[in-house]
């Protein structure tokens, strides 16, 4: 069965430092994936997805994700965070969803 | 200019009564999906529908039942709450497989 894992349930990074939030997924074609966040008490929005083509893809706030098959995964980077960051991040991948990764930014 | 929303935002009702969770959007997509958030913020799909025409339906209870007058609403009915029932659930609507959610509507079940 397909499944999403997103093995940090929470992350703690201090602000300016790099980030790197994991999701694995289960798919035997290529997969469409997709980073989420979710502030709190707001909706979904979507950070970044990736169909095909370039690996490495761009998306807003200065997020990039880079989906390797060999390793079944489509991790979402940032170089630099800022505390305006903090959220639950949430990877999607057809019809199933991990469980999130609450980033919480030290100051 | 919302592209999809959800009424009520807030819902608190006592066990054992019937509620309606109101979804539409404005962006033309042609199918449309119901999730459930949990307490551990996992979302899982609950229905699907494209054309008015429900196509996923994760074995959810019957007493959810999803509702699309047309192609830009899809509203969940909820027969006989149970405590379980207490979740975000999360309307969107997509082209191919990029979602537009909704807010969410926080339902309490007392």
């Known amino acids: 069965a397909q499944s999403v894992t997103q093995p940090d349930i929470h992350i703690t990074v201090s602000e300016g430092a790099s980030l790197e939030l994991r999701c694995n997924y289960s798919?035997?074609?290529?997969?469409?994936l997709f980073w989420y966040v979710q502030s709190p008490g707001q909706g979904l929005q979507l950070l970044l997805k990736?169909?095909?083509?370039?690996?490495l893809v761009q998306g807003i706030k200065g997020f990039e994700a880079e989906f390797k098959r060999s390793q079944s995964s489509f991790n979402l980077r940032k170089p630099s965070v800022h505390w305006s960051d903090a959220a639950e991040f949430i990877c999607?991948?057809?019809?199933?969803f991990g469980a999130g990764t609450r980033l919480t930014v030290k100051p | 200019d919302t592209a999809v929303s959800q009424t009520p935002k807030y819902l608190v009702t006592q066990m054992g009564n019937d509620k309606s969770i109101k979804c539409e959007q404005n962006l033309g997509h042609d199918t449309m999906y119901w999730y459930k958030q949990d307490s551990k913020k996992f979302l899982k799909i609950m229905f699907s529908y494209n054309n008015k025409e429900l196509i996923i339906n994760e074995t959810v209870p019957n007493r959810f039942s999803p509702k699309s007058p047309d192609k830009a609403h899809l509203n969940l009915h909820i027969n006989s709450l149970e405590l379980g029932d207490s979740a975000v659930y999360f309307c969107a609507s997509s082209r191919r497989d990029e979602q537009f959610f909704g807010p969410g509507t926080r339902l309490t079940v007392l």
């Open positions: 798919y035997g074609a290529t997969p469409y």
């Open positions: 999607h991948n057809d019809m199933r």
């Open positions: 990736y169909f095909s083509g370039d690996t």
